[in-house]
C-alpha cells in the first residue's frame, strides 16, 4: 500500500514558477512515478513521469522546456519544478505509482496509486 501527499499548489501570475512534492508512504523505489493533470472538463493528462532510476522521463508536448521532474528515492519524494507558467497549466495536480511496469505509461489506468491532488491556477 502506498500512500500519495502532494504539496506546493497555489496561485501565480503567468510566466511565475512553482515546485510541487509529493510525498510517499510506502515503497516506492523501482516504482515509475508521474504528475497528471486534470482542468475543468478535460481529461485527466501524464504531464512527466520517471523511472526509479531518475534515467528515464517523459514529458507532455505541452511542457517540454518548462517542466523538470526529479525524484529523491532516499526520501520517497518526487518534483515536478514548473516554470514559465501559463494560464493553460491551471489544473489539479496529481501524484501517482505505477508499480508494474518497466517502460513508462501516460495513461491514467497505468497507475495504482494517487495523491489527493493540489490546484495551480496560473492568471494572466
Known amino acids: 500500500q502506498v500512500q500519495l501527499v502532494e504539496s506546493g499548489g497555489g496561485s501565480v501570475q503567468s510566466g511565475g514558477s512553482l515546485r510541487l512534492s509529493c510525498a510517499a508512504s510506502?515503497?516506492?523505489?523501482?516504482?515509475?512515478m508521474g504528475w497528471f493533470r486534470q482542468a475543468p472538463g478535460k481529461e485527466r493528462e501524464c504531464v512527466a513521469a520517471?523511472?526509479?532510476?531518475?534515467?528515464?522521463?517523459y514529458y507532455a508536448d505541452s511542457v517540454k522546456g518548462r517542466f523538470t521532474i526529479s525524484r529523491n528515492n532516499a526520501a520517497n519524494t518526487v518534483y515536478l519544478q514548473m516554470n514559465s507558467l501559463k494560464p493553460e497549466d491551471t489544473a489539479v495536480y496529481y501524484c501517482?505509482?505505477?508499480?508494474?511496469?518497466?517502460?513508462?505509461?501516460?495513461?491514467?489506468?497505468?497507475?495504482?496509486?494517487w495523491g489527493q491532488g493540489t490546484q495551480v491556477t496560473v492568471s494572466s
Open positions: 501517482a505509482v505505477d508499480q508494474d511496469r518497466v517502460r513508462i505509461g501516460v495513461r491514467p489506468d497505468d497507475y495504482d496509486y
Open positions: 510506502g515503497r516506492t523505489y523501482g516504482h515509475i
Open positions: 520517471i523511472r526509479s532510476s531518475g534515467s528515464g522521463t
